[in-house]
């Protein structure tokens, strides 16, 4: 069975860093590509960032330079670095597995829970 | 970037109903959007890729049309288990947009 489990969240100062964590179970990390998708408090979701299978990233422009992606094939997680963590980066964070069909159309078809992070002084 | 706009923000309808939420691209995207749904504390759930492909699960109730730059999700026969927001996704490009979601209640 294929689930995925964040961490990581918490309360951090305007400023600070955090690292999220994605623990995935049923599929391999390094072989798929995944995705972090936030929600800010009474907002909608927001495309954060992808790592693909291959290793390359992207970023959305509203974190690009202050997250960075990253996997740990022995532990099969997932990693968002952020840092510079602005009060506008409070939001909870779902990670999700990418997948695409030979013709090339992409989806999220597994998320995880979300962690909550929580930017404030 | 490419704007993703959905209307109704949100509608209010009884069960039995049948319900068309909107999703509008800036630009034509083919065929790559993608529909999810998201009910409050929970894990946002795939519903339909590609325009109209389901995977395995998604009640048969839902389904999805359009290409280039609109699209539609409809619920042909609104249940109570349906109550949430439903967002709209283009896969054509990154960053892959989300819509701003459209919230759909129960009457």
């Known amino acids: 069975e294929v689930q995925l489990v964040e961490s990581g969240g918490g309360l951090v100062q305007p400023g600070g860093s955090l690292r999220l964590s994605c623990a995935a179970s049923?599929?391999?990390?390094?072989?798929?590509?995944m995705s972090w998708v936030r929600q800010a408090p009474g907002k909608g979701l927001e495309w954060v960032s992808i790592i693909y299978s291959g290793g390359s990233t992207y970023y959305a422009d509203s974190v690009k330079d202050r997250f960075s992606l990253s996997r740990d094939n022995s532990k099969n997680t997932l990693y968002l670095q952020m840092n510079s963590l602005r009060a506008e980066d409070t939001a909870v964070y779902y990670c999700?597995?990418?997948?695409?069909?030979?013709?090339?159309?992409?989806?999220?078809?597994?998320w995880g829970q979300g962690t909550l992070v929580t930017v404030s002084s | 970037d490419i704007q993703m706009t959905q209307s109704p923000s949100s509608l209010s309808a009884s069960v039995g109903d049948r319900v068309t939420i909107t999703c509008r691209a800036s630009?034509?995207?083919?065929?790559?959007l993608n529909w999810y749904q998201h009910k409050p504390g929970k894990a946002p759930m795939l519903l339909i890729y590609a325009v109209s492909t389901f995977l395995s699960g998604v009640p048969t109730r839902f389904s999805g049309s359009g290409a280039g730059a609109d699209f539609t999700l409809t619920i042909s026969s609104l249940q109570p288990e349906d109550s949430a927001t439903y967002y709209c996704q283009q896969s054509y490009s990154t960053p892959r947009t989300f819509g701003q979601g459209t919230k759909v209640e129960i009457k």
């Open positions: 999700a597995r990418d997948r695409s069909t030979v013709t090339g159309f992409w989806y999220s078809d597994y």
């Open positions: 049923g599929f391999t990390v390094s072989s798929n590509s």
């Open positions: 630009q034509s995207i083919g065929r790559y």
